[in-house]
């Protein structure tokens, strides 16, 4: 990676050029993605096939929706994390439609929440305005806090890692994760 140019930078790139319908970004950007993204679709659906389908579905939608794309709602993890809970809990819905019972207390509270169809214009206008209000919330933490939330959601580092990493106690971290937590929840919640 050259020097000043971060990970969100290459991926905003690579969607920058899917925008363009350049096929070879779109293996690059599944190639540097696809592990993270695949982990996500897992923790959510549970099962490796359904995960396996989750992804495919999230990588078809990211084609077709990364025009629609804006660095400036959300960073491109976030966004194409969004797809993923998105096309689980589609999967999660039909499952359950199907006599499967496979989801769980929280997903089921989350699917009847949402719509039943792919992913139109309206719903892609949705995850932008959750990504904006997410990110107008997090704007709302101080700074350490919010720091420590996005290294801990975004780069996925434990809380140890964070303590190291930011020169803080380890108790520290935990109450900076916690309370910012819930001040994010808290504020989704008013603005919904």
């Known amino acids: 990676m ?9 991926l905003m790139a690579l969607l920058d050029r899917l925008a363009s319908r350049d096929a070879t970004a779109l293996q690059s ?4 993605t696809s592990g993270r993204l695949y982990g996500l679709a897992l923790r959510a659906v ?7 389908d989750v992804l495919q579905d999230a990588f078809l939608t990211i084609w077709r929706s990364a025009p629609e794309y804006r660095a400036s709602l959300s960073p491109p993890m976030a966004w194409m994390g969004l ?3 998105s096309r689980a809990l589609d999967l999660l819905r039909r499952q359950r439609a199907e006599g499967a019972g496979r989801t769980q207390d ?6 009847e929440t949402l719509p039943a169809t ?3 214009p309206q719903e892609l206008a949705d995850a932008s305005e959750q990504a904006l209000l997410l990110h107008q919330c997090l704007q709302q933490l101080a700074p350490a806090q919010r720091e420590a939330l996005s290294l ?8 140890s890692e964070l303590a190291e990493r930011l020169g803080q106690p380890l108790g ?11 001040k994010l929840r808290a504020c989704m919640e008013r603005a919904a």
């Not at 549970?46 to 396996?52: I, K």
């Not at 929280?106 to 699917?111: K, S, Y």
């Open 83 to 85: 797809i993923v809970r």
């Open 152 to 159: 801990a959601y975004m780069r996925e580092l434990s809380h």
């Open 106 to 111: 929280f997903d089921e509270v989350l699917a």
């Open 29 to 32: 950007l599944y190639q540097r």
């Open 2 to 10: 050259p020097a000043g140019v971060t990970p969100d930078d290459e």
């Open 46 to 52: 549970r099962q490796t096939e359904w995960a396996e």
């Open 118 to 120: 792919q992913p139109g």
């Open 172 to 182: 520290t971290i935990k109450t900076w994760i916690r309370r910012g937590l819930d």
